[in-house]
């Protein structure tokens, strides 16, 4: 399967525990996103990389979530000293980026990590 | 404040009738559209993407409008299946704001047979 991969698919911690999310994005692209979607609600954009580069961060995030993504292939997600509000599904995506003559968006999705904090 | 707006109650429809859904924005000028379906549990998976400079895209039994004037983008099913029946989401690309995609809450829509 060359598609997007996140792993786990589902995770359950106590609250004030710290949890770690890891996304494999298709092998080529040179974005990747994190996003993060409660339900009845469309994906809310968290952060993204250029290739290693962290370019932007949500100024919704609080500094308890960071994310990495080290020589530019898969990356992390963490959360320190997770609360109930954090429950959620975590959705990675990768695109291709700049494609020479205009910027392609076009995400691919994996299916997402669900996280339920107790 | 920039709002994407989509119809939050689901949309039930009859097997082979038109489904069209809305999309509304304010405060964006977006360079692309696009819009995704979303099944329960899973990654939303991209449809179709429509140009600021394009009015009207077609994809198999799928099309999309663009009217920038108005800020709006419609969505049609056409010959709706009850396979359609997913949630769909529109996102808009902003150059101003690094191209990320920004998305809508989402139209659930059901094809009953």
């Known amino acids: 399967d060359t598609g997007v991969s996140q792993d786990p698919r589902h995770k359950i911690t106590k609250r004030g525990q710290n949890v770690t999310f890891r996304c494999d994005p298709i092998?080529?692209?040179?974005?990747l996103y994190w996003y993060r979607q409660t339900l009845g609600q469309g994906p809310e954009f968290l952060t993204y990389f250029q290739n290693e580069a962290q370019l932007e961060k949500s100024r919704l995030l609080s500094d308890r979530f960071s994310a990495e993504r080290p020589k530019g292939s898969f990356s992390t997600l963490e959360i320190q000293r997770t609360e109930q509000g954090d429950s959620a599904m975590y959705l990675c995506a990768s695109s291709l980026g700049w494609t020479g003559g205009s910027v392609s968006e076009k995400l691919f999705f994996g299916s997402g990590t669900q996280l339920s904090v107790l | 404040s920039q709002k994407i707006e989509q119809n939050s109650e689901a949309l039930n429809i009859q097997e082979g009738k038109t489904a069209t859904l809305t999309c509304n924005y304010t405060?964006?000028?977006?360079?692309?559209l696009q819009w995704y379906r979303q099944d329960p549990g899973r990654g939303p998976v991209f449809l179709l993407l429509i140009r600021e400079n394009e009015k009207e895209k077609r994809k198999e039994r799928l099309k999309v409008t663009f009217d920038t004037t108005l800020k709006q983008s419609l969505f049609h099913i056409t010959a709706s299946q009850p396979a359609d029946s997913a949630t769909y989401l529109c996102?808009?690309?902003?150059?101003?704001?690094?191209?990320?995609?920004?998305f809508g809450g989402g139209t659930r829509v059901l094809v009953k047979p």
């Open positions: 996102a808009l690309q902003i150059k101003a704001a690094g191209n990320k995609l920004t």
């Open positions: 405060n964006y000028s977006p360079a692309y």
């Open positions: 092998s080529e692209h040179n974005r």
